[in-house]
Structures are given as structure tokens and as C-alpha cells.
């Protein structure tokens, strides 16, 4: 009756593979893609910069509004007029002109004024992540000293706000609605494409019904229907909120459908069976065993949508049925950006568009990393 | 149809006590067509199957694929709700009546799970049949925490025990199953059978993805725990010599009814079903100098959507007469313990190994 | 057929196939040598992973990647049907042939056919896209919208010039003999309107319709019923006979060698251990493995109460990490310190045609 005799390890005891669950595993494919970690530094730098330092990395508060009403990026100087090489860069005082012919404002450098642009320099007053009080910020001009003075790397908007500033700030918003618009989104299709594939039958028929029936409108009217609906005497921030509601709402039906196919095939693997011959409750068996099965699809899917989602608060907002001013997302600011006049006169408002490439190509680089990584075991 | 199996039996011998009885089980699938999901008909996996189980001792139940073993292993337990049919147990934990059975049919669910701590399943695939994210601690100890026992140093100690029974080492217990062999995978999945000290253990082809070194390895293992814990098995298999090593009695299944259920040895020696007889017949002998007039069975396994007339078996068997195409024969009890299904059984004589 | 026993259809010597994957080279074959006369039977039988497999597909230089057969030689005498037999045969090795070249692509289910245990993954893989799509179509034998009878006429087209016509009539007579009821109304059917027995006999047919001189059976009845089992193996016999065809069938399965085999091959983690006469093996085992294997199968019909199987001990070893000396050492009953984990054993003769790699008989 001994069952220690079968026991006796064949291959030399001293396994020094380390025993790696499943997201170990993950992690350590991950890793190898070079593409996708650099998708994923993109955005976990742009997350922390846009999301919680803004305040930080901009050099002036949002609202900070100047003279200089639509003036082109200022340029740092190292060299000065006499030729004399300066370690700290700095800008010229500008100086409006108007051109008496065309009515065009013009701004000239003034060479006899030179402002050092300093790092972790004391500006504006801010919370950060909105309790911490500072006035810290990343670069600038000495406010103090030389209140006539400017640095604006990306030219200013017609309020004479700084363009930087306004992309940082504005990206807080488009990235979250992003991101929180997507959890909602996998919490719907998730919950719902689950109970579709567990419970089948009259269940599954009104879901998958339900989808399809939201899937067969045309996305923009559908958005421009609801987001006409929203109130326009609400706060822009419940506007932000129903809006991000709106886009998670038209959009849980594609990951329903696969959450639910996954589903229908785990749910016949016999470790599913075995739960349930064990006495596991329905919702045991959903959230600990079918769950967890999915969540690598439910993630690639997550993070490859993520990028539309952005881009539909971007159209949404630039139609003028998202969000408005005075909030800022990129949106917003492509709107400002949006006339002929506009990208005739102050072209530097397009600096918006690179972020919204940067980040959605970041996305998609991470996402098709995540989506070999998922799969460690190979082909199976 | 042998209501009174039971009976019968008990009075024969002192035998052990019957542990389950399977009364008329059936498991009918429909098969839904078009856009409403019309059931168009039904395939009868499990068709009034009757048979049972003694206190201690293991039951095979063998056959073709597709003949309903696996189908009824699982509707004994409800996995799958059977759509006929009475399947009584003797439980420790609930009282039955009279004869101290309990009906499963129609048990609420809170004392149906109850009833899951007495019987538990054994599976096929060492691949599917563990979860792979949760570690050997959590799949093992996994029956414990739904029925409501916490993890902790406790039930970790109970885990590591059970681990050490089937043959795996205590430092397995925070490894995944992709980290393991077939065969010790196999034991992972026995040792979670065992974890709530059940009676009667459903193994559904437990060795059949095996090696046939491990395969050996694990019916040994079983046969062990069978006397260490005084289980039950029901032994789902197809291949007709692991069942006769490992059963007490077998029983052989055809589309989705049973032909014959005998004593093991009774049964592979004399055969008194024609079923029987030919897939004896068919199976390869591992001797070379085993020459037999072998019976080849024409055909395939029939439809279990669309089954013949009469005995279902009646196209591939040679011993066919008019009375098979007409009428389906009931399974009886021609010799004290051994049951058959076959309207020509008296006068066939038929050849065992 | 004069002398039937010294007429090598095949001779593999010394093969070996690596794989060299991210965790280390695993040696799938390591220096295996066997040879399949003209007509006869070989047996290889051996656990998963032990390599018997891939000695097939290096047969067919059809090894799949990263694998590659690194050393030895797969001699194949060549003859071409319809010649006289005092022709002097062709002599090719199978492994300097381009593996997509056009000589390998004869051979690859003209001369010598094979069969899966599943068609559709174990293909795959192994052929480069749209190179040899005759190939790809023959041996594809299930692919999903071709009526069985194109696959069987595309097999006997690719191979052999003749109509469309006559290929119809050779499939056919092909499913006929492999015992398909109906064969006019089958050779029209799609694979998913055949039952799993009836897909495999159409296997056969396809790989059996270029009257190949040697077949190689990949575990072909394992995911069969016995009762087909034993259907499609009485007409594996039948049609051997017929065709004076060779027959290489591996299985782990020990029931169906005893009955198909001549002789027979037993591989151990990629080497082969023991090879005879089939009564030989089967009575007189010499190689611990062997006699392991042979005693931990359940035997039908006799049977005593509470017996225990004799089980080998320990698993198959880590194929990254193989013992020293004899691969079998940590495993077997009648290890020898000091011997079987230092010294690696060579072939020694044991009887006439039985020979076992073993240290105890040295």
C-alpha cells in the first residue's frame, strides 16, 4: 500500500524552474516585444504626465490668458544678437504689431529683452492631484520679475492661453474619458456577454437581440442623437460623465458577443464541470472560473478599442456635441482648430493632432504585443 | 426493466448493501433547426438505463463512443439534468426513507450539494480538467472552500496531505497545471476528488489519455485509495481490459441503454449478450499467437438521434432475428447478478476470452 | 521477393533529429537505426514523445520546424512499378533529397503513403504554402468542400497522368476495397457527411491509391472504436497482401502491433531499445522497458481479484535534461550503479533477429 514508490521524481529533483503563474508567463513574453514596451512606456508616461502632473509640466495655469492673442510659438534662443553663447536658453520679449493693411496681427521679437527660461520655477498656484498646493513648474519664466514675459512653445489661442498648456490639460480629459469609458464598457459586456454564454436560452436571446439591434445603428447619429439628448443646462463635468455613459453604452455589445463565444467554449471544459459536480454556485463558477478564462481577450480587445473610444469623444467634441468649452479635451481643441481662417492664421493649433497619433499608435502597439504575449503557452 | 433488481439481489447473498441505484435514467439532447429554435428531435444519449452500485465495490461501465457513459456518469450527478428517471443513494449526511435511500431527483439544491460532498467525478482530459490559473492548492482545496471551510494552515495541512496520498510532493502545492505531466496531472484532479472524503467516486475515463506506463501508475493509485477510503467507483471507460482489471462488476452500454451487466469475470468469460461477444472479439490481444475467429461487427455504432427499430443493436448483430427488429428487448435478470437485454439470450452460446 | 527477408525497402541509419527551441535542443531521434523489408511489417511502439513519430516524418523529410535531422542516413531502394524485378533499384537518401523538391514530392504519397490518426493538424504545419499544392490537395485528404472522390481522383491525377475519367473509376474501386458501403454514392459525399471509421478508410484509400510501396501509419486507429478498429485493421492486412506493400505502423497501442507486426522496434525517449521478431518481444523481452511495458498493460481475460498492475516507476524524463548512460536508468527495476548511469549501451545480438541495447547483456 505504498504509493511513495511511484512518487520518485524520475528527472534529478533540483527543477530550478521557478514555478510562474500564468501572468508571470505573460510578463515574461511581454517583455521580449520591444515595440510593444515602448507602446506601453508611451502611455504610461502620457497617462502620468496628461492625467496627474499636468499642472506641473505646463507653465502657466489653464486660464492663465495673456495679450498675446494668438501668437506663434516663441523661439529659445542659446545664441544671443552679440553672439554670445548662453548654457540657459531663453526667449525675446515679444511686441504686437498691426498690420494696418491686411488688419493682421504680427508680433516681432524684441531683442533688447532677454528672459531666461528656468527649470522648477515658481509660477502660477496650483493643487496638485488636487489637494497639494504649489506653484512649482517643469520650465517657465520668471513671473515675478519680468511679468511682461512669455514662453509659449506652441504658440497661444485666440484668448492669448498658452497652446502646451491647453494640450496637457485637455489631454487629462480625452485620455480618462478613454480609459474610464472602456471599464464601463467591460464591466457591461463582461457582466452581460457572461450571463449570455452561462444561462443561454431566453437570456442570451434578449442580449444578443440587444446588441445587434445597437450595433445596426450607424455609430455618429447615434451619438448625435444622445448626446443632443444631454441637457445643455448641465455642468460640462455631468456632461463629460453621461457622455463617457453614452460611449461605453453604444459600444459593450461587440465585447458581449465575445466574451459570450468564449464563454460557450470554456463552459464545456471539464474544469467547469468539475466545480459544478463540487457544489460551486452559478456566480463561483462565472467569476472564478469562465472569468478569469477571458479576461486576456477581454484585455487585447479593451486595449485595441481604447484608441476609438478617444477618437469618438475627438469627433463627438469637434461635431460640438461632446464636450465644450469650458472644458478642454483634445476635442475641444481640434474645434478651435477646425476653420480654414484657423489653420491659415495660427497653424500651431494642429499641434493637437500628434498627441492623438502618438497616444492611439501607442495603443495599438501595446495592444498587439499584449495579444501575443497572452498566449504563453504557444499554440496550443 | 428490472424495478426489482434490489430485491432480488439482496436476498441472493449477504452482499454489501447497494450504495446508488439508477432507475430508468434518461438524458434526451434536443436538437433545435432554425431561426426559433424548433426541437426537431432528440438524441437519446441516455435511454432507460437501469443499474447499481454496491457499498465498496467498482462498477464499469463501458462501450463505443457515443453510447451514453459518460452522459449517464454525469446524470447521475445532475451536471447534467437528467430528463427522466430515479437515481438513489445512501447517504451519511441526509436520512432517506424506508431503505435508507435518497431520491436525487428533484432535491433542493442546498441538500443536493450536500449530497456533492458524497460523490465526486474524476475526469478525462489532464489538460481541461484543471483550471489554468489557479494553483494545485486552490483546484485541490477548491470543494473545501465551497463548502464553506477558509483557507488557512488547516485546510493547507488536509491539501498536502491529500497530495502525498496520490503521489505528489508538498512543494507542488503553489504550481500551475501546465507545470505538470498527464499522469500527475491526473493526480492532481484525483486528489480534488478525494478532498471531501466522498463514498462513491465517478471516474469518467480517467486513464484513457494516458501513457501505458502512467496508466498502470494511476490505476494502481486508484485501486489503493479504493481500500484506504472505502470508495465506490463507477468506472467509465472504453477500453474493455483497463475495465476488467479495475471493476467489480461491468456493466456495457449500446446507444445509450445497457446490454449487459455482469459479474467482470462472469461477464468476459461468458457473454451472454451478442454485444458483448463481439467487442471482445474485436478487442487487439497483446499476444501474438492469440489467433481467434474474430467477429467483425458491420457498420457503424447506430445514430443515437435516429436509432433502429427494436434492439438497437440488431443491424450489426449475427444473430439476428425477426422478434429484434420489432421489439426492444428489457434487460432481465437470467442468472442470480447478471442482467442482459437480449430476446435471443437463453439459447445463444455465446464465446467469451 | 526471392529472398524477402534481405530485401530493405528502407534503412535508416544513425538518424538523428534536434529541435532547437528556446529552452535547449531536444533530441526527438537520437541515433536510431531500423529497417522496413518490401511486404513486411514494421512495429514501433514507444510512450508519447518517445520519438516515433518523428522517425516517420523524417522518413518523408517532412520533419517540422525548428526541427531538423541533424546526422544519419534514410536509405531508400527505389523501384519503379511495372519494372522487372532483376532491375537494380534506385538508391536514394531520403535526407539529402530538397524537401521540396520534385523527387521527394513523388515519393510523398506516391511510392510511399501515409496516415494520421488526425489528418487536418498533424498536415498543416509541415508544408510550405502554395510550393506543391498537388501535394498539399492529395495528402489533404479532408479538406472541408472537396468531394472524397476529387481528393482520391487529385491524388491519382497528381501522380500519375490519367483522366478525369479513369481517376473517377480508380476511386471507386479504391473505397470499395477499403470496405466503404455504397462506394458510387460515397465517392460524391462531403468528409463531414462520413462518420469518423468512414473518414479513415477514405485516408487509406487516398494513401493506398497509388499503390505506394510501404505505408506509414501513424497511430491510425487509436481515436477509433474497437469495432472499427478492428474493421479498418483486417483491411490494412487484406490490402497488404494484395500489394506486397510495407507497412511501418506505430502505435503505443501493444494489442494492435501483436496482431499487425512482423517485426517490431520499442523506443525510449528517442533511441530504440529493443527490436525483433514479433513472438520474440512478445515472449522472450529482454530490455527492462520492454518487459515494463509488456507487464503493465491489463490483460483481457485473465484476471485475478485485487491484482496490481507491475507500473513503471518515476515519468518520462525532462527531454532537456536526459539522464547519463542508458536513458531508461532512473526508471528500471535492475538498475546497476555505477553501470547503467555512466555507460551508454551499444546493440547486442540476443538471438536470431533480436537484438536489445541493454547493459546487462554486455
Known sequence: ????????????????????????????????NRIAVLGGILLLSFYFGFVFIPEFLSPYELNHTSDFVEAPPTKLHFIDTEGKFHLQPFVYGMERKLDFKTRARTYVEDTTRMYPISLFIHGDEYKLLGFIPSDLHLYGVDQKANPEAIVLIMGADALGRDWFTRILYGGRLSLMIGLIGQVMTIIFGMTLGVMSGYYGGMIDQVIQRTTEFLNAFPDI???????????????????YFMLTIILSFVRWGGLARQVRGLILSLREREYVLAAKSAGASDARIMFRHLLPGTMSHVIVIATLAIPGMILSETALSWLGLGLRAPLTSWGVLLQDAATVRAIHTTPWELWTVPFILVTILAYNMLGDGLRDALDPYGTR | MAPDMQTQTTEAKAKPRNLLEVKGLKKYFPIQKGLLRKTVGYVKAVD??????????????????????????????????????????????????????????????????????????????????????????????????????RMGPETEAVIVNLLERVGLRPDHLRRYPHEFSGGQRQRIGIARALSLNPQLVICDEPVSALDVSIQAQTLNLLQDLQQDFNLSYIFVAHDLSVVQHISDRVAVMYVGKVAEIADAEELYSAPLHPYTEALLSAVPKADPLYKSDRIVMQGDVADPSNPPSGCYFHPRCRYAQEVCKLKNPELRELKPDHFVACHRAEELKLEGI | ??????????????????????????????????????????????????????????????????????????????????????????????????????????????????IFQEPMSSLTPVYTAGVHINEAVSLHHLVPLQKVGDQIGEQVQAHRKVTKEESRVIAIDMLRRVGIPKPEERVDNYPHQLSGGQRQRVMIAVALSCEPAMLIADEPTTALDVSIEAQILDIMRDLQQSANMAIMFITHNLGVIASMAEEIVVMYMGKAVEQGKVLEIFQNPKHPYTQALLRSIPKLGKKKTGERLASITGMVPDPFNLPTGCVFHPRCPMFMAGKCDKIAPQWKKVGEDHSVSCLLYE
Not at chain 3, 22 to 32: E, F, H, N, Y
Not at chain 3, 62 to 69: A, Q
Not at chain 3, 82 to 102: A, H, W
Request: aromatic fraction near 6%.
Open chain 2, 48 to 149: 432507460d438505463v437501469n443499474f447499481f452500485v454496491r457499498e465498496g465495490e467498482t462498477l464499469g461501465l463501458v462501450g463505443e463512443s457515443g453510447c451514453g457513459k459518460s452522459t449517464a456518469g454525469r446524470s447521475i450527478i445532475r451536471l447534467y439534468e437528467p430528463t427522466a428517471g430515479d437515481v438513489l443513494f445512501r447517504s451519511r449526511h441526509l436520512g432517506g426513507e424506508g431503505n435508507g435511500l435518497i431520491n436525487l431527483m428533484g432535491l433542493p439544491p442546498d441538500k443536493m450539494k450536500t449530497i456533492r460532498k458524497e460523490i465526486s467525478m474524476v475526469f478525462q482530459d489532464p489538460i481541461n480538467s484543471l483550471n489554468p490559473r489557479m494553483t494545485v492548492s486552490d483546484i485541490v482545496g477548491e470543494p473545501m472552500f465551497i463548502h464553506g471551510q
Open chain 1, 1 to 32: 500500500m505504498t504509493v511513495v514508490e511511484q512518487t520518485t521524481p524520475a528527472a534529478p529533483a533540483k527543477q530550478k524552474q521557478v514555478s510562474q503563474s500564468y501572468w508571470a508567463l505573460v510578463w515574461w513574453k511581454f517583455k521580449r
Open chain 1, 221 to 239: 447619429p447615434l451619438f448625435m442623437a444622445l448626446a443632443a439628448a444631454i441637457p445643455t443646462f448641465w455642468s460640462p463635468i455631468a456632461v
Open chain 3, 1 to 114: 521477393m526471392s529472398k524477402p527477408l534481405h530485401d530493405p525497402l528502407i534503412e535508416v541509419k544513425d538518424l538523428r533529429v534536434e529541435f532547437d527551441v528556446r529552452a535547449g535542443i531536444v533530441k526527438a531521434v537520437d541515433g536510431l537505426t531500423l529497417t522496413i523489408h518490401r511486404g513486411k511489417t514494421l512495429g514501433v511502439i514507444g510512450e508519447s514523445g518517445c520519438g516515433k513519430s518523428m522517425t516517420a516524418r523524417a522518413i518523408l523529410n517532412m520533419i517540422p520546424k525548428p526541427g531538423k535531422i541533424t546526422n544519419g542516413e534514410i536509405i531508400y531502394h527505389r523501384r519503379m512499378k511495372n519494372s522487372l524485378e532483376s532491375q537494380v533499384d534506385d538508391i536514394i537518401d531520403l535526407t539529402k533529397v530538397d524537401p521540396d523538391g520534385k523527387v521527394i514530392r513523388q515519393i510523398r504519397g506516391g511510392e510511399i503513403g501515409m
